[in-house]
């Protein structure tokens, strides 16, 4: 305490008391006792100061409890804590919530992407293969015998069309196929593969079956099942085919089971599109035939040379989907495929592809389906307007 005035002293550090509680008499009850004598508890405020009793009357006190610093620290009160925890949820609540929906998109995601990831991977095959065709052409005489011209020739084939065209002898096909013959080192004899450039004859077409890669002692076990899928033909070096005739498609056709196999499951469709110069521009067709020459006297330009370009396109659905046809049509092809007199006119590609998945969004049950597109060019084409 600092004293003001003589007798009087300023509390700095005083508690609240209470006043006249009776309590024992005091001590320094008699006038001008001096407040430096009282006992804290005792003194008393006067305005800003302590003053000690005066007229010899006594002044009683009974000092409250002092609190403990524990109960004099600051806190919450209820409501505040009510405030706090509310707010706490709701954050929690939105968090949650978010991370859900995160999580959900995520999964639908890689659903998605590794629902149509064998499609993808034979898709990249078929756009790998086509690049590298060849025909091996050369130029001869139009007649050794006599002479008169030359003439473009080849003993090896490129063929696409329809499927139900060049495969007639094969049940449950789709839309389009193709047929080549590349260097891809293809061997069954562990003595010819080290020539990784042995010419391979190659094809991809689209069937509904039940056939799969699985060996035939899961038949029995394993319930079979009905999918359309892109199957790849590939006939060793060594078994090759082609030589045998320069006309027909024989090659391919006859021994086509044997050396099929399927390569991509759900794979419901493929539309080809060649496309080579012209004089009148870019020709645009859905058949071409290296080894058509229906004119001998005037080949066409197409005679033994390869299309520079050809047009891939994959319709695709997914597993779900296709368990769910299954369900509804069994072992019957459903009716999934392009409406009739589809993809005949090039110019009408994209109507007929529009058309196409019209169909099959408005398809019950529900189908998810992707198109796959890429234009394929040719390497070994070494187009001649001659």
């Not at 305490?1 to 309590?23: D, H, I, L, Q, W």
């Not at 015998?145 to 789709?174: C, I, M, N, W």
């Not at 299954?326 to 110019?347: H, T, V």
Request: aromatic share 10%; net charge positive.
């Amino acid at each position: 305490m600092a004293a003001s005035k003589p007798g009087v002293y300023r509390a700095t550090n005083v508690r609240n008391f209470e006043k006249g509680a009776p309590t024992e008499p005091n001590i320094y009850g008699s006038a001008g006792a001096s407040p430096s004598r009282l006992p804290a508890a005792q003194r008393v405020f006067t305005g800003n100061s302590l003053s000690a009793p005066t007229g010899g009357s006594e002044w009683n006190f009974r000092p409250r409890r002092r609190r403990s610093r524990a109960a004099l620290a600051p806190g919450f009160t209820i409501l505040e804590l009510l405030v706090a925890l509310t707010l706490l949820i709701i954050v929690v609540g939105l968090s949650v919530s978010i991370m859900t929906a995160i999580t959900s998109a995520w999964r639908a995601n890689k659903a998605r992407l590794s629902a149509f990831a064998e499609s993808r991977v034979g898709f990249e095959v078929l756009t790998k293969r086509l690049s590298q065709a060849t025909l091996n052409t050369y130029w001869d005489y139009d007649d050794r015998d006599a002479p008169t011209r030359y003439l473009r020739k080849s003993e090896l084939h490129f063929v696409q069309g329809k499927a139900a065209s060049l495969l007639p002898s094969v049940t449950d096909t789709s839309t389009d196929a193709v047929f080549f013959v590349a260097p891809l080192g293809i061997s069954d004899d562990a003595d010819y593969r080290p020539l990784g450039k042995m010419l391979t004859a190659c094809g991809f077409y689209v069937r509904f079956s039940d056939a799969t890669n699985r060996p035939t002692f899961l038949d029995s076990i394993v319930e079979k099942r009905f999918r359309f899928r892109l199957y790849q033909f590939l006939q060793p070096g060594e078994r090759l085919a082609i030589y045998a005739s320069s006309l027909g498609t024989n090659w391919f056709q006859t021994d086509l089971l044997n050396w099929s196999f399927p390569m991509a499951d759900n794979v419901i469709g493929m539309i080809l599109r060649v496309k080579y110069p012209d004089a009148s521009g870019t020709t645009v067709t859905y058949s071409y035939d290296s080894r058509l020459n229906p004119s001998p006297s005037n080949p066409p330009t197409t005679l033994h040379q390869l299309p520079p370009v050809i047009s891939a396109t994959l319709m695709v659905i997914d597993e779900d989907s296709a368990r769910r046809l299954a369900q509804k049509f069994g072992q019957s092809q459903p009716g999934i495929l392009p409406i009739s007199g589809a993809f005949l006119d090039p110019d009408l590609y994209e109507k007929d592809i529009g058309d196409w998945e019209d169909k099959l969004k408005n398809f019950n049950p529900k189908i998810s389906y992707r198109v796959l597109s890429a234009d394929i060019h040719l390497r070994g084409a070494k187009w001649s307007s001659n």
